[in-house]
């Protein structure tokens, strides 16, 4: 019995302290945009349900009129935002709302993510500048940045 307790004990006192930042979305958003920009200048896309949808929108948006196309893009695409979604890192989910760097100050672009949950958006807007990174979110933006840049325009 007491070789079982501290076992026993150890899994209780990890599990009991796990706590969950952030509620599990019911969508991932993500993409860029450019403030100023003669054509398409956005380029956003949405994970949910497994599918993988991109905006229906040309120009520069409010947060609340985000819209995606009905048709979702090619699986693989999807299973590779779904991928990234889950190394989402804590340090983001922790600082909701978060503006990192000075995105599009000089028409550099924005890294725009986000989480739908209940028709509301927790959002960042992260400057592309990989020197503006905290060290927490490097590696996860450097990959953010690969899938955007795969995604058809």
Known sequence: MKRLF???????????????????PSAFLFGSWYGFCIENCIHLYKLENGKLYPDDMSTRFQ????????????????????ELYRL?????????NLTIGCPD???????????????????????????????EIEAFMISMKELIAEMPK
């Open 105 to 135: 100050c000089h028409d550099q672009g924005v890294i725009y993510l986000a989480f739908e949950e209940n028709g509301k958006l927790t959002e960042w807007k992260i400057d592309p500048d990989s020197n503006n990174y905290p060290p």
């Open 88 to 96: 989402f890192p804590s340090y983001l989910r922790k600082n909701p």
């Open 63 to 82: 947060s609340d009129d985000i819209t995606f196309q009905k048709t979702p893009l090619n699986e693989n695409l999807a299973k590779k935002a779904e």
């Open 6 to 24: 501290l076992p026993l004990t150890l899994i209780l006192t990890f599990v009991g302290c796990s706590e969950k930042v952030y509620p599990d």
